[in-house]
Nanobody, 126 residues
């Protein structure tokens, strides 16, 4: 039985920082290309970052480039999203997704994902 659990969301003021975590169990994280998505209520999911299992390369959407950093700790079977200089428009539910093994970043194919979490809410408000 697998689980993919996000945590670290919360309320933060504009300009602040948060670090989201995504812990995998029941499967080995480093076998998969991992992506973060976010969804603003009533809008489509937006793929924002990716780290490839094939070569470790990363990709960031323009909306978060330079502010967000994705990493993974394979020993802990955990992926992270460090979010700095947060803006009100970053308010959303953030999800991690395990995409096809060996995929080059980005796929942003949420519906084709192998594993996905339930999300963690980030609210940026002052």
């Amino acid at each position: 039985q697998w689980e993919f659990v996000e945590s670290g969301g919360g309320l933060v003021q504009p300009g602040g920082s948060l670090r989201l975590s995504c812990v995998a169990s029941g499967f080995t994280l480093d076998d998969y290309t991992i992506e973060w998505f976010r969804q603003v209520s009533g809008k489509e999911h937006e793929g924002i970052s990716c780290i490839s299992s094939s070569d470790g390369s990363t990709y960031y959407a323009d909306s978060v480039k330079g502010r967000f950093t994705m990493s993974r700790d394979d020993a802990k079977n955990t992926a992270y999203l460090q979010m700095n200089s947060l803006k009100p428009e970053d308010t959303a539910v953030y999800y991690c997704v395990a995409a096809k093994p060996g995929s080059v970043c980005p796929t942003f194919d949420r519906l084709g994902a192998y594993y996905w979490g339930r999300g963690t809410l980030v609210t940026v408000s002052g």
